[in-house]
């Protein structure tokens, strides 16, 4: 009720549309799903040249979708997938533990993003042979430090 009595006072306001836009923010939830993709697609490519995980954080906050992180946690497990060296293994592993730790990535949004890759990991698989060792080996090493769930661990399927 609180909420609702706030928001109707800043809605009577003059510029009462700007003011919402400081109190509440504004961005995120009107970019299309396809927008937000590629913009989380190019922050991970970035992420991988660069090396700042700091940066990469910051990007990921600027766009202002918290609700759609999980594709985030999607695409960097299926770079990591798809990649043939350990330098993306590490640099994703570790920006994971660094988003994971700064709570910027909730445990919600970590879960999602996992059981995203655990339902199309036989699709991946035709297109990348090893993607299941692969895989069990990532959640292996995302569970020693503590990014992810025993449970979410245990989920993982393999061959």
Request: aromatic letters at 6%; one cysteine or more.
């Amino acid at each position: 009720r609180a909420a609702l009595d706030r928001a109707t006072v800043l809605l009577s306001m003059t510029k009462g549309g700007k003011r919402i836009d400081n109190v509440w923010g504004s961005g995120g939830g009107q970019q299309s799903v396809n927008h937000l993709v590629k913009e989380i697609d190019m922050l991970l490519k970035e992420y991988l040249l660069s090396g700042d995980v700091l940066e990469a954080e910051r990007c990921l906050q600027e766009l202002e979708v918290p609700h759609f992180h999980h594709e985030l946690v999607y695409e960097a497990v299926v770079m990591v997938l798809e990649s043939t060296g350990e330098k993306t293994f590490k640099m994703i592993l570790d920006l994971l533990k660094s988003l994971w730790r700064s709570s910027v990535i909730t445990m919600d949004q970590m879960k999602r993003g996992y059981e995203r890759v655990y339902c199309e990991i036989p699709d991946i698989n035709l297109d990348v042979p090893h993607s299941y060792s692969v895989l069990e080996r990532f959640v292996e090493e995302c569970f020693q430090a503590g990014i992810i769930s025993k449970p979410l661990r245990d989920l993982c399927p393999s061959r």
